[in-house]
């Protein structure tokens, strides 16, 4: 069981190096993260923007540039399209997000002629290190779908349940929090709850475990699972958290990462290639810990 990122990165040494396509490179943070990732030699990168501004913040930050190719886009929509063209080509196994919106990235990442769509829905998976936390926790959907139907949420512990595997948890645990414990018409999160479990009872999601409704202290801490006669194997040992929404999702991945200070990562999965995808506030390290997940992911690809 890999309980901290010291792991991952170690996992992601032994299976890489993978090669990062940067979109909008000239980010301090990012080349920090991807200049640690190519001396770790976890991940190569091709660099794409403004050369001018990339060899700056390099000579900024001692960054050796003679092995990683610049390509000079300055219209970060075009270097975007670049970046993602890199990788669905085969040129480069991950796309990474630099000094760009989001918006932009993504749509150059969906786009039918140059893209990565696969049919399925995108969504974010967020990866904690949390000291009060036995193992790594997956926190789902924090970034992308804003309210998600049963059919989107099957998707996206699909998506997870693919990041738990590159990261050789064999059979996930998958918690499905709601408010409540119990099945409530009115609430319809307990709802799908109950569908998702149901789905996985009958074999339609496979490979993982899911239990729920589960409040969050019963996802994640067997105690009070136990004071509230819940036995279920999920409980108090969640892998992955599915969040109903994305307000909840945003809420528990801001409060562990800014109020618990706990290490953290993120990824978009669901395309035909990882796309690392992390806040403009996150830090390098944040962002190494994604570039690691993203080696990961294009391993098990």
Do not use: W
């Not at 909008?24 to 001018?52: M, P, R, T």
């Not at 801001?254 to 290639?273: H, P, R, T, W, Y």
């Amino acid at each position: 069981m890999i309980k901290s990122f010291e792991e991952v990165l170690q996992l992601a040494k032994a299976r890489g190096p993978k090669t990062i396509a940067v979109a909008v490179a000239q980010d301090k943070e990012v080349l920090l993260a991807v200049n640690e990732a190519k001396n770790l030699g976890i991940a190569d990168a091709i660099l794409v923007g403004d050369k001018e501004e990339i060899i700056k913040i390099a000579n900024h930050i001692a960054m050796d540039l003679k092995e990683l190719p610049i390509i000079d886009v300055k219209d970060t929509i075009e270097a975007s399209r670049k970046a993602v063209e890199l990788v669905s080509t085969g040129e480069a196994h991950i796309v990474m997000k630099g000094l760009v919106d989001t918006s932009i990235i993504l749509k150059a990442v969906l786009d039918e002629e140059i893209g990565l769509r696969t049919g399925n829905i995108l969504s974010h998976v967020a990866v904690f290190n949390i000291d009060t936390y036995h193992k790594l926790l997956l926190v789902t959907d924090a970034a992308m779908n804003i309210a998600p139907d049963i059919n989107q949420k099957k998707q996206i512990v699909e998506n997870a349940v693919f990041l738990a595997h590159s990261l050789d948890i064999e059979n996930p645990k998958v918690a499905v929090i709601c408010a409540k414990e119990k099945v409530n018409p009115k609430m319809p999160a307990t709802v799908d709850a109950d569908q998702l479990v149901g789905m996985n009872n009958k074999g339609i999601i496979s490979d993982c475990m899911i239990g729920g409704p589960f409040a969050l202290d019963n996802a994640i801490s067997r105690e009070a699972a136990f004071h509230k006669g819940i036995s279920h194997p999920v409980a108090g040992d969640a892998d992955i958290v599915l969040a109903p929404n994305i307000e909840s999702g945003n809420i528990l991945y801001k409060a562990l990462a800014f109020l618990a200070k706990s290490k953290n990562a993120g990824i978009i999965v669901g395309a035909k290639a990882p796309i690392v995808l992390t806040s403009r506030a996150d830090n390098d390290e944040a962002k190494l810990n994604s570039i690691a997940l993203g080696v990961l992911m294009a391993s098990k690809k």
